[in-house]
């Protein structure tokens, strides 16, 4: 196969590969948001009490485009368990921890939860998947990740800087880990 040809078939390929799984996240999100639970505080579980793993608390602040503090954000979040999956293959539901909070007057929310794993391969670090609801800004898309993390090393977090959050982790004596991040959303949506 000619070069210039081999890179438009590559090009194709790989363009609809990626539409594909955007549509397969796109439906599974919008699944999702059907079990959304009738009543969302600023404070919400992703794993329920007495899952299996570090428990974890992750703080956030919302903040619009021009820095000022977004309330009544609806703040969707899914993550691995300590195994670093998902869900049992088989499941009919994807991600069977997840949590919905919505950001009170001063753009705060919080989730509580355990430490997610990365993924079994051991190549992306554990994390969180947040999506953003809001009425100023479309739904957008992040995710967090851990700066204590092995895998985060500075080669990964340069390649992952413009996508990424990282945050610093604290430890407390009790066992409990907790970090808290500041996001400034986009004019515009991702989705």
């Known amino acids: 196969m000619k070069p210039k040809l081999l890179a438009l078939v590559t090009a194709f390929v790989?363009?609809?590969?990626?539409?594909?799984?955007?549509?397969?996240?796109?439906?599974?999100w919008e699944n999702a948001q059907k079990l959304k639970p009738a009543r969302v505080t600023s404070v919400e579980r992703i794993a329920p009490a007495?899952?299996?793993?570090?428990?974890?608390?992750?703080?956030?602040?919302?903040?619009?485009?021009?820095?000022?503090?977004?309330?009544?954000?609806?703040?969707?979040?899914?993550?691995?368990?300590?195994?670093?999956?998902?869900?049992?293959?088989?499941?009919?539901?994807?991600?069977?921890?997840?949590?919905w909070a919505v950001t009170d007057a001063q753009g705060r929310f919080e989730f509580r939860t355990i430490r997610p794993a990365a993924y079994p391969s051991n190549t992306i670090p554990g994390h969180v998947h947040l999506t953003f609801k809001?009425?100023?800004?479309?739904?957008?898309?992040?995710?967090?990740?851990?700066?204590?993390?092995?895998?985060?090393?500075?080669?990964?977090?340069?390649?992952?800087?413009?996508?990424?959050?990282?945050?610093?982790v604290t430890k407390r004596a009790d066992g409990t880990q907790e970090t808290s991040y500041t996001f400034t959303l986009k004019a515009r949506g991702d989705f």
């Open 14 to 28: 790989t363009t609809t590969t990626l539409a594909a799984q955007d549509t397969e996240w796109l439906r599974m």
């Open 134 to 168: 809001t009425t100023c800004c479309g739904r957008q898309v992040t995710e967090v990740m851990f700066d204590d993390d092995p895998l985060a090393t500075r080669e990964y977090r340069q390649r992952q800087a413009s996508e990424v959050m990282f945050g610093k």
């Open 50 to 99: 007495g899952q299996a793993g570090i428990p974890f608390v992750l703080r956030g602040v919302v903040q619009d485009p021009s820095g000022k503090a977004a309330a009544g954000v609806e703040v969707f979040a899914y993550q691995t368990d300590t195994h670093g999956i998902y869900a049992p293959q088989g499941a009919s539901d994807p991600w069977p921890l997840k949590g």
